[in-house]
């Protein structure tokens, strides 16, 4: 995979035009970053690691970690003006480096792929429990019939399938339409409802007698309770949980006007995200802790636990419902961001036009998703790499997740952070993120020294792990 920007290239970039408004491209990036990491993982993890001490920590990991990444990221695009491979290369030649720092565009836009293939899979969960929901199934069951009905989802292939297909479609509809009929339509609608919808969910948390015990427990730090692993998992899901290392940030900054400041747009869209994952947190622990069950549950929290809660409580099916709308609207908006990176570079690359490339991307992706799919059930016993210990008893799903989250997004996000901080001229950053001389002093050194060693533990960490 390798680009070099062409006169046809520089057509495409004429073409494809500009987000309307700041508030199209935060809207964007905010249902990018706001996902099934926001609304599933990080109200486990925030269990799993004892609370307030978890989000204060994870907080800082965002300011040093988050926002400087992303603002090189966006830079890279709205300076390439093409697709994330081309942009990197192009930024490249302009600062006498080397075309070859385009590996690390290239890293993030196979994981974006692979991460959507399976990704879908898991959206399609969410969709089938919106039905579940609705039809009252959930409601005064015991916790054995609630973990029958995800086994039974698990062990069949035919219903993955059909939620997968359904998932995927709805993602290829949208970004077959562009940029402002397609992205932008879905987000200005997408976003808002996801908004309103996570208000409801905690207006309902308020009801069950339990919130000021969940406030508590997220707000007020118990560093005993926060390991060195806690402090890991923090900066890890830091990085994770705003799209990093993907070229999604690279994707759509290329769309952004000159006259949007990259730095106060990446703090808006961080202080967004991590509103989400807050209020995720203050949505889920009322319902939690008013079933007395675990606030550390792990994965099973979304499938298994909040299924069981909202079945014993009053208006539990409607609001439980709702809840997993909300889950399949997060999921969306990220999977829309990970096509898009991929469906840019073929486009540019090839003459079927936007829908072409959309369908051919698309369509592998629901392809490569199948086989995840299968190592759920029919491969369930299929171990490709059992021949080394650590990679004993994984699957195909556990593999692509695996390298895709340890590897491929901690190595393009460190070559990026290392590019940007080291071999881009500071003339051109300044002219560029529009920063104060001490905000941009503070982001140039965050990305030279802070930044690239905290990502390098994360990886060190996560293949040691």
Avoid at 25 to 45: C, H, M
Avoid at 116 to 124: A, D, E, R, T
Avoid at 328 to 349: D, G, N, R
């Amino acid at each position: 995979m390798t680009d070099t920007p062409s006169a046809a290239g520089s057509a495409n970039t004429m073409a494809r035009g500009l987000w309307s408004s700041r508030l199209a491209f935060i809207l964007a990036a905010t249902g990018s970053a706001v996902g099934l990491g926001n609304i599933w993982k990080f109200p486990y993890i925030t269990g799993e690691n004892g609370g307030g001490a978890f989000v204060l920590v994870y907080l800082a990991c965002i300011a040093i970690i988050g926002i400087p990444i992303m603002m090189a990221e966006v830079y890279i695009g709205r300076s390439g003006r093409h697709n994330p491979i081309a942009s990197m290369a192009m930024v490249a030649e302009r600062n006498n480096c080397s075309s070859g720092w385009r590996v690390s565009a290239i890293i993030g836009v196979i994981a974006a792929f692979v991460i959507l293939s399976f990704y879908s899979v898991i959206g399609g969960w969410a969709a089938s429990y919106v039905g579940h929901s609705a039809m009252g199934d959930f409601t005064g069951q015991n916790a054995e019939t609630i973990g029958a009905i995800f086994s039974d989802l698990l062990a069949s292939p035919g219903k993955l399938l059909l939620w997968h297909s359904v998932f995927m479609l709805l993602v290829i509809v949208v970004v077959a339409q562009g940029l402002k009929a397609g992205l932008e339509r879905a987000v200005n609608i997408l976003m808002p409802a996801l908004f309103v919808l996570l208000l409801m969910a905690v207006g309902y948390a308020t009801t069950t007698g339990h919130f000021a015990e969940a406030v508590s427990f997220l707000f007020s730090p118990n560093f005993s309770a926060l390991t060195m692993d806690g402090v890991l998992t923090a900066l890890g899901h830091a990085f994770f949980t705003l799209s990093l290392g993907m070229a999604i940030m690279v994707a759509y900054g290329s769309y952004l006007g000159r006259d949007v400041s990259i730095g106060r747009t990446a703090v808006m869209v961080s202080v967004m995200d991590t509103g989400v994952a807050l209020l995720a947190g203050l949505a889920i622990f009322p319902v939690v802790f008013a079933n007395e069950l675990e606030a550390g549950a792990g994965p099973g929290l979304i499938f298994q636990t909040l299924p069981l809660a909202f079945g014993q409580m009053p208006l539990g099916g409607l609001f439980g419902t709702l809840f997993f709308v909300l889950l399949v609207f997060a999921a969306w908006t990220s999977a829309i961001s990970l096509l898009e990176p991929v469906v840019e570079w073929v486009e540019e690359k090839l003459i079927i036009g936007r829908g072409g490339s959309t369908l051919l991307v698309g369509g592998a992706c629901w392809l490569l998703g199948i086989a995840s799919i299968l190592s759920l059930n029919l491969w369930s016993d299929v171990t490709p790499l059992a021949m080394f210990e650590r990679f004993e008893g994984k699957t195909i799903f556990d593999l692509l997740d695996y390298f895709t989250a340890n590897v491929m997004l901690p190595l393009s996000g460190l070559l990026t952070a290392v590019f940007v901080g080291w071999f881009v001229a500071k003339e051109s950053l300044s002219n560029d993120v529009t920063l104060s001389p001490v905000m941009f002093s503070l982001w140039t050194h965050l990305l030279r020294y802070v930044t690239p060693i905290a990502v390098l533990v994360v990886f060190v960490y996560n293949l040691m792990s």
